[in-house]
């Protein structure tokens, strides 16, 4: 009876064990990316999100406009060499536009080169009709975005701005902290008190006003940002394939910012014109946040 039930329990085991290791794995695609495993799928990304449709009273002003920075990048190297099929999370990007657009603004989409903007499409929520219809409604602009280096030549002296996004997603971490346009755009934001609206690990976008030896603009600030310690457990469950080259919290604690957050959660932020998310769990507060926010200023 005992040697039955322990043949029982190894075969358990050994169940589990097969198990874990296959819903485990990063899936990899085509080009030799990965996305995310099964349960990391099903642990991290929803078929429904939790936006609230909420009826603002829309702005009607003259400052209606938004820039939206995203990122055309797609493959993130992690330490080991392999490749984060990522982009920008479409819940962070969709749904704090969904509650800004009900609020009375209209967006600028941009990326870098003006190459088309990159979703993480295995993030999308499928059963969410409000954010199938709002990415529908840009799609065409996602696919044609305008050059940053365009907007810096024609339309910095443009009053009709309110502020700059920069959404999340593992995307927003490559080539845009390092981008001099991108940090032009932050810094022509803060120097003409217009709100700059991020998440996730988008607030690594803010590091672009340092470079060529530029003084931090946001030392001193609170701000909610993906903290690095997550980013270092993921890999157990095949979020990332490995660990990542650099994180974005501790760089930006490192330059004097106050992170207000130790989770990834729905923790948000407003601090002066400065409005930041933790996480895809933050985006539809940090709608909520954002939109009242610019209404209350903008009266």
């Not at 938004?66 to 797609?74: A, C, D």
């Not at 704090?96 to 609020?103: D, F, V």
């Not at 799609?139 to 701005?161: G, T, V």
């Not at 976008?205 to 270092?232: C, H, R, W």
């Amino acid at each position: 009876m005992i040697k039955k039930i322990l043949i029982g329990l190894a075969a358990v085991t050994a169940l589990v064990v097969v198990t874990v290791y296959f819903t485990t794995r990063p899936h990899q695609e085509s080009d030799g990316s990965y996305s995310p495993s099964s349960l990391a799928l099903t642990l991290g990304t929803v078929s429904k999100t939790d936006y609230e449709n909420i009826s603002y009273t829309k702005y009607e002003g003259d400052r209606s406009k938004i820039l939206v920075i995203f990122t055309e990048q797609k493959n993130l190297e992690m330490k080991n060499g392999k490749m984060f099929s990522t982009g920008n999370h479409p819940v962070e990007a969709l749904v704090p536009m969904l509650h800004l657009k009900n609020a009375g603004f209209d967006f600028e989409i941009a990326t870098p080169t003006g190459k088309p903007v990159v979703f993480e499409m295995w993030a999308f929520p499928n059963e969410d009709e409000q954010v199938k219809a709002i990415y529908n409604e840009y799609k065409a602009r996602f696919e044609q975005p305008r050059k940053i280096a365009d907007f810096i030549e024609n339309s910095l002296n443009d009053s009709s701005y309110a502020a700059v996004f920069v959404p999340g997603g593992h995307g927003a971490m490559i080539g845009i902290p390092e981008d001099r346009n991108v940090g032009t755009v932050l810094n022509w934001a803060h120097q003409n008190d217009l709100f700059t609206i991020t998440l996730c690990h988008g607030p690594g976008s803010l590091m672009s006003t340092t470079l060529d030896n530029q003084k931090f603009i946001y030392e001193g600030y609170k701000m909610a940002v993906f903290p690095d310690a997550i980013d270092e457990m993921t890999p157990m469950i095949g979020y990332l394939p490995g660990h990542m080259t650099s994180g974005v919290s501790e760089k930006l604690k490192s330059l004097g910012a106050t992170i207000v957050n130790t989770e990834s959660d729905n923790t948000v932020c407003v601090d002066r014109k400065l409005i930041t998310g933790a996480s895809p769990l933050a985006s539809n507060e940090l709608g909520k946040l954002a939109a009242k926010t610019l209404l209350e200023s903008l009266k």
